[in-house]
Nanobody, 115 residues
């Protein structure tokens, strides 16, 4: 059974930082492209960042220079370091694992940026 479990969300003030984690089980983690997506209320889900099995990264323009995605294959974990957070970063952040035609999602973790 495949599971993706996110953690690390919460309430943070503008300009603050959070680190999200997503632990995967039931997959050969090192083969998968891992991604973070977010969905704000009333909006469509959008890509935040991805990291391939080879370590290549891709970011949405809105988070470039502020967010960093990384992975630890030994721990089956992907991270999203979020710095200089803005109120518009408020959303449910979900982890995705993709390999060929396979795609799995976690349940998400809420990030709220507010003073």
């Amino acid at each position: 059974q495949v599971q993706l479990v996110e953690s690390g969300g919460g309430l943070v003030q503008p300009g603050g930082s959070l680190r999200l984690s997503c632990v995967a089980s039931g997959i050969i983690f090192r083969l998968y492209t891992m991604g973070w997506y977010r969905q704000a209320p009333g909006k469509q889900r959008e890509l935040v960042a991805t990291i391939t099995s080879g370590g290549n990264t891709n970011y949405a323009d809105s988070v470039k220079g502020r967010f960093t995605i990384s992975r630890d294959n030994a721990k089956n974990t992907v991270y999203l370091q979020m710095n200089s957070l803005k109120p518009e970063d408020t959303a449910v952040y979900s982890c995705n694992a993709g390999y060929v035609s396979l795609s799995y999602w976690g349940q998400g973790t809420q990030v709220t940026v507010s003073s």
